[in-house]
């Protein structure tokens, strides 16, 4: 059984900071691509940023900037900083992570709980 812990959501004023954590656990052999996707109401899931095990990185265009993806492979986390933060980037926050539990098995993808980020004054 493998889970995805998420943290750090809440509320912060535009212009703020918030920093969201992701922890992979259980039964886990390897970690591939991990990322961040978000989900505003009404609207469809949308890949925010992804790091593959080597720190190669990707954002959504709407936060090249302002948001700063990175990793600790040796505590299974992801994490993401949010700089600048405008009342658009209100979504549920979600970590997805591709992960292969055996050496013979397949790499399949795992998704977090969601954490809420409000951006509001």
């Known amino acids: 059984q493998v889970q995805l812990v998420e943290s750090g959501g809440g509320l912060v004023q535009p212009g703020g900071t918030l920093r969201l954590s992701c922890a992979a656990s259980g039964s886990i052999f390897s970690i591939g691509v991990m990322g961040w996707y978000r989900q505003a109401p009404g609207k469809e899931r949308e890949l925010v940023a992804s790091i593959t095990t080597r720190g190669s990185t990707n954002y959504a265009d709407s936060v090249k900037g302002r948001f700063t993806i990175s990793r600790d492979n040796a505590r299974n986390t992801v994490y993401l900083q949010m700089n600048s933060l405008k009342p658009e980037d209100t979504a549920v926050y979600y970590c997805?992570?591709?992960?292969?539990?055996?050496?013979?098995?397949?790499?399949?993808?795992?998704w977090g709980q969601g954490t809420q980020v409000t951006v509001s004054s």
């Open positions: 997805n992570a591709d992960i292969r539990q055996s050496w013979l098995g397949s790499n399949d993808g795992y």
